[in-house]
């Protein structure tokens, strides 16, 4: 049997009594399509093997920077589901405008949550790195939830049932990085990564952060890297003498490895940001990035 992209048509099981055929199962599965590794994770969590879940994003790339490509239009003509992160952490909104292209519907995970505001030049905006709070992620969870169920309502009950188990999940996830980081000193909890992704666990768990390149790798408003923000950074460090700064997954290395040289200090490791890591790498799930990042920053900083 060969399979499609949609492929994962359920066995046609066929049970043959004498010439008598009866089909007992045909199911072509839903299929959710995401933008970022994160939104996927979140949604497998929810449909479990009931829907086909594809992602746009691979991982290691960076959803501000990304320019679309035809396999991505091919993938969304045939969603049943467009998901994304929203609030431009998708540059130019790259995959409300393939929705749209498609008629296709997109829910936005991050609608609900409190945002950081952010100005630059008096012009307003809002942090879309929200993930990184566990209890952010649990507004995606039941987003995604909720549209799952619109769409399918006669399996309301396994999508709530596996969301409340993840939700718990995300509880245990929260209490344990409290935990985690208490063994930093209060003064020495100053986040410093290759770009503003960690605000909203910066906020959730008393850190400062610091980046060079603003909240995005793009030249959005707010975003870039500039001679300012780089010397404040490389100020930052000094300041409040931090013990090691971090690279990210899915941003280019050098100009940490830059301000690290600069300013004396160590790097701590390469943290999973806007991306989560390839499929068998401890990152490859929401839980195991944030429990790796975890333990990166609290080596390097206690
Ligand atoms: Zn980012």
Redesign the pocket.
């Known amino acids: 049997m060969t399979i499609s992209r949609r492929g994962f048509l359920i066995a046609v099981v066929l049970l043959t009594f004498g010439q008598q055929g009866i089909a007992i199962a045909q199911e072509q599965k839903l299929l959710a399509v995401c933008s970022t590794t994160q939104v996927a994770d979140f949604t497998r969590q929810v449909v479990g093997d009931r829907w086909e879940v594809q992602c746009v994003l691979a991982p290691g790339q ?3 920077l990304y320019q679309v490509k035809p396999d991505d239009v091919k993938l969304v003509a045939q969603a049943d589901l467009c998901l994304e992160n929203g609030w431009h ?1 998708e540059g130019k909104d790259w995959m409300q405008s393939l929705a749209r292209d498609a008629r296709k519907q997109v829910v936005s995970c991050i609608e609900g949550i409190t945002p950081l505001e952010l100005e630059e030049s008096g012009t307003p905006y809002r942090d ?2 929200a993930w990184f709070s566990p209890l952010n992620a649990a507004v995606y969870v039941r987003n995604i939830t909720k549209a799952v169920v619109e769409i399918d309502p006669d399996h309301a009950e396994e999508y709530r049932a596996r969301a409340t188990l993840y939700l718990s999940q995300l509880q245990t996830l929260h209490a344990w990085i409290q935990l985690q980081v208490n063994a930093i000193p209060a003064g020495q909890r100053v986040l410093v990564t290759s ?3 960690f605000n909203y666990f910066c906020r959730q768990y008393a850190f400062r952060s610091a980046s060079p390149s603003g ?3 793009g030249e959005e408003i707010g975003g870039g890297i500039t001679p300012e923000r780089r010397r404040q950074t490389v100020e930052s460090i000094r300041q409040h003498g931090v013990k090691a700064i971090f690279v990210e997954t ?1 941003v280019n290395p050098k100009v940490v490895r830059e301000l690290a040289r600069e300013a004396g200090v160590e790097i701590g490791g390469e943290l999973y ?2 991306s989560m890591g390839a499929p068998g790498s401890a990152g490859e799930t929401y839980l195991g990035m944030m429990r790796e990042n975890v333990l990166k920053i609290v080596h390097g900083l206690r």
């Open positions: 960076d959803p501000h952490l879309p790195h770009h503003d992704a909240w995005s790798t899915s940001s806007d």
